[in-house]
């Protein structure tokens, strides 16, 4: 168990609509790391956020957003959703020394 | 993003030590050295990480050149439980601190 905890575990919907996954960083971790992995694309780095507040972007879509709430906790939020997001969206957290603890992943599947 | 170049695959026989390298010659005097694996359906997993010294834990040894331009990843004594993708990836200690994963070396252990 790495104490990083991501919500829901799976979630089917259709395209067009919009979801939001949610994250829980291990206790005392100010830094949140989002990843989306699909099978073609390997795994992708989207944003960071730190203490709040946005610290770096990657490959993320115009379509998605993150937020880090002041209890640290944080959503990526997905929206107009098209077949090609469905991947497994990482959540992993730090403390700023570069060692990650990565949750067990959110399975979307856009049909 | 510095880059580092990882052969896609490697095969080794359960019980015997296995030698992951990695090239980044475009690693800069900050950056760390950092290896993530990914077991099947699982999320990233820390292995080690290193700035000029070779390092151990308990999961394997980093060995790492004197110009910092390559490093292996040791796993002494593998087993069937080490068969996985591993990552080898520059961590900016300063800076955005974004941890970019590459395509990873597939590892398969023979039993």
């Known amino acids: 168990d790495s104490g990083v905890t991501q919500t829901p575990k799976h979630l089917i919907t259709a395209t067009g609509q919009r979801v939001t996954l949610r994250c829980s960083p291990r206790s005392g971790d100010l830094s949140v790391y989002w990843y989306q992995q699909s099978l073609d694309q390997g795994l992708q780095f989207l944003i960071q956020?730190?203490?709040?507040?946005?610290?770096a972007k990657g490959n993320i879509l115009e379509r998605f957003s993150a937020q880090q709430f002041p209890d640290l906790h944080s959503e990526l939020n997905l929206s107009s959703l098209e077949l090609g997001d469905s991947a497994l969206y990482f959540c992993?957290?730090?403390?700023?020394?570069?060692?990650?603890?990565f949750g067990e992943g959110s399975r979307l599947t856009v049909l | 993003d510095a880059k580092t170049t990882q052969p896609n695959s490697m095969e080794s026989n359960e019980e015997e030590p296995v030698h992951l390298p990695c090239n980044h010659s475009?690693?800069?005097?900050?950056?760390?050295i950092h290896w993530y694996r990914q077991l099947p359906s699982q999320g990233p997993e820390y292995v080690i990480h290193?700035?000029?010294s070779n390092v151990n834990n308990r999961m394997a040894s980093l060995a790492i050149a004197e110009d910092r331009k390559s490093s292996t990843l040791i796993l002494h004594r593998a087993t069937l439980r080490d068969a996985a993708v591993y990552y080898c990836i520059l961590f900016e200690i300063q800076g955005a601190q974004k941890l970019v994963f590459g395509q990873g070396t597939r590892l398969t252990i023979n039993p």
């Open positions: 992993a957290s730090g403390s700023g020394d570069g060692e990650l603890f």
């Open positions: 956020y730190y203490n709040g507040e946005e610290r």
């Open positions: 475009t690693i800069s005097g900050t950056d760390y």
């Open positions: 290193g700035l000029t």
